[in-house]
């Protein structure tokens, strides 16, 4: 009788817990990381416009800014909007915002070095706009 007590208070146990967590309710969502970025600086924007992500690591995008004497490369996506907005201003000082992404070598192409690829760094671009007071 004594083994069967302990059962049914390790039920009762767990059930009590699992009524615990439930009464807890979801877990809380994780906040998602992400560097944002506003460049101002002339845009420069090539003729054919890579618009895979992924082919970044080995390709040019075919866009870039110039702020001073840094340049870094944009990604304007496959949406047409951002891309029509940036072929009307190339050449143009203007302010880009976006999301600072990070391209990983391809798995394929690591395996050909001795050493470790870097990351590569590029700008997601989300928006384009005129810059104020040239």
Do not use: C
């Amino acid at each position: 009788m004594r083994p069967m007590l302990l059962v049914l208070a390790g039920i009762a146990w767990l059930f009590a817990a699992n009524a615990q967590a439930q009464a807890k309710g979801p877990p809380a969502k994780k906040q998602v990381e992400y560097i944002k970025v506003e460049i101002r600086g002339v845009l420069y924007v090539a003729d054919k416009v890579e618009t895979d992500l992924q082919k970044l690591y080995t390709e040019t995008s075919g866009a870039t800014i110039k702020a001073g004497d840094e340049v870094l490369e944009l990604y304007l996506g496959d949406g047409k909007d951002i891309l029509a907005t940036a072929k009307k201003h190339k050449g143009k000082t203007i302010v880009v915002t976006g999301t600072l992404v990070s391209i990983n070598a391809p798995s394929g192409l690591q395996r050909l070095t001795a050493v470790p690829l870097l990351p590569r760094l590029v700008v997601k671009v989300t928006g384009i706009k005129t810059a104020e007071g040239k």
